[in-house]
T-cell receptor, first 112, second 116 residues
Framework: GESVGLHLPTLSVQEGDNSIINCAYS??????FIWYKQESGKGPQFIID?????DKRQGQRVTVLLNKTVKHLSLQIAATQPGDSAVYFC???????????FGAGTRLAVHP | ETGVTQTPRHLVMGMTNKKSLKCEQH?????MYWYKQSAKKPLELMFV???????ENNSVPSRFSPECPNSSHLFLHLHTLQPEDSALYLC???????????????FGPGTRLTVL
């Protein structure tokens, strides 16, 4: 029979628009958060990270926002391009030896 | 390219076979990790090595046996696997474990494992 996989939420955007991908994390004691992008057939690619003593960090076309009050993390991508189409994962570090706990991921689909 | 390579990229094995996955990092990092990514669960950590010493075993069955002969190489030895072990096995490395700026994990492309 057909196996049941993870149901990934999908965000569809037009090329050139800004994208916002959201993530809820579980542990208020987590001290480090990271976003990865995974394209089909490839491993996760580091995008940007943020530590718990910050609430915003900017990279090239990307911004990560951290709201510790509600345990929420977001990734903003400016001027989204077709090459941004991928699955995006957030992860929190929660104890252990640099142990990352990953979310299920969000699929970003960019339409021309 | 992230500087982390994995071989083979695809592997099909029977439940009675023994095989090994190999990971090599060319980044001068001191910590290496094995993760499992299956269709049914989020990416999950299996093992962590720091300076060739295993520091985390995330309740992984003994049919998975890691080996870290030096800081650049990491192996995952597989024996008597089950069909539910079919997944993408990812290796990652970081310069260190908890020091700021040194703990970012960089992933390899993974080995797609199918157990028949």
């Amino acid at each position: 029979g057909e196996s049941v996989g993870l149901h990934l939420p999908t965000l569809s955007v037009q090329e050139g628009d800004n994208s916002i991908i959201n993530c809820a994390y579980s542990n208020s004691a987590s001290d480090y958060f990271i976003w990865y992008k995974q394209e089909s057939g490839k491993g996760p690619q580091f995008i940007i990270d943020i530590r718990s003593n910050m609430d915003k960090r900017q990279g090239q076309r990307v911004t990560v926002l951290l709201n510790k009050t509600v345990k929420h993390l977001s990734l903003q991508i400016a001027a989204t391009q077709p090459g941004d189409s991928a699955v995006y994962f957030c992860a929190e570090r929660s104890g252990g030896y640099n142990k990352l706990i990953f979310g299920a991921g969000t699929r970003l689909a960019v339409h021309p | 390219e992230t500087g982390v390579t994995q071989t083979p990229r695809h592997l099909v094995m029977g439940m009675t076979n023994k095989k090994s996955l190999k990971c090599e990092q060319h980044l001068g990092h001191n910590a290496m990790y094995w993760y499992k990514q299956s269709a049914k669960k989020p990416l999950e950590l299996m093992f962590v090595y720091s300076l060739e010493e295993r520091v985390e075993n995330n309740s992984v069955p003994s049919r998975f046996s890691p080996e870290c002969p030096n800081s650049s190489h990491l192996f995952l030895h597989l024996h008597t696997l089950q069909p539910e072990d079919s997944a993408l096995y990812l290796c990652a490395s970081s310069l260190g474990l908890v020091h700021q700026g040194a703990d970012t994990q960089y992933f390899g492309p993974g080995t797609r494992l199918t157990v028949l």
